[in-house]
C-alpha cells in the first residue's frame, strides 16, 4: 500500500513539474513596443490543451481578436511581430478549434463593460511550449476566423502585445 500511495505521489509531482505555465505581460501598442499596461495572460497547459487567464483591463467592450504572432516582438505598434504564428505554414486563418489552420488563432477575447478581460478560455490545439519567443497580440475588433470579407479576420488594428519568453522579466506579477 505505501509503495501504491508513493508512487501516486511521485505521479503527480511529476505531472505538475512537467506541466507548463507562464505569465506574459501585455502593454499598449506603441512605436517602440511598450506603452501603458493593460495587464497580464498567463498561460497554463492542461488535458485540454492550453488554458488562457487574461487579467487585462482599460479595453474597449466587445470582442477583440486574440492572436499568438511569429516574433518576440512588439514593437512598430506591434507590426514587428509579423504574421500569425504558423509553424507548419498552412496558410489558412480557420480559428482555433480547425486542425487544418494556423496555430495562432486563439478564441476572441471578451471585454466586460468595465474594460476588463478576465474571462479564462481554452486553445485546444497548443501547449505553452508552444509560446516561447513569439508574441501574444490583442486587436481592435473581433475575428471572424475566416479571410473574407477581411484578410485576418478582420480584427483590425493591433492595440496590446506582449513578448513570450521562457524567462518572464521578474516584474510580471501572476
Known amino acids: 500500500m505505501k509503495r501504491i500511495l508513493f508512487g501516486f505521489i511521485l505521479g503527480l509531482t511529476v505531472s505538475a513539474a512537467l506541466a507548463g505555465s ?6 499598449r501598442t506603441t512605436k517602440d513596443g511598450k506603452g501603458a499596461a493593460l495587464g497580464t495572460v498567463t498561460f497554463k497547459d492542461s488535458c485540454y490543451g492550453l488554458l488562457i487567464e487574461p487579467k487585462l483591463h482599460g479595453l474597449k467592450p466587445g470582442l477583440h481578436g486574440f492572436h499568438i504572432h511569429q516574433k518576440p516582438d512588439c514593437g512598430n505598434n506591434g507590426l514587428n511581430a509579423s504574421g500569425h504564428f504558423d509553424p507548419d505554414h498552412t496558410g489558412k486563418h480557420l480559428g ?17 463593460n468595465k474594460g ?8 485546444p490545439r497548443l501547449r505553452v511550449r508552444d509560446l516561447y519567443d513569439h508574441s501574444i497580440m490583442v486587436h481592435e475588433g473581433g475575428d471572424n476566423y475566416s479571410d473574407t470579407p477581411e484578410k485576418l479576420g478582420g480584427g483590425g488594428k493591433r492595440i496590446g502585445c506582449g513578448v513570450i519568453l521562457k524567462e518572464q522579466p521578474k516584474s510580471v506579477k501572476k
Open 96 to 112: 482555433p478549434f480547425n486542425s487544418g489552420g494556423h496555430l495562432g488563432d486563439l478564441p476572441a477575447l471578451y471585454v466586460n
Open 116 to 123: 476588463q478581460a478576465i474571462h479564462p478560455t481554452l486553445a
Open 22 to 27: 507562464v505569465t506574459v505581460a501585455v502593454n
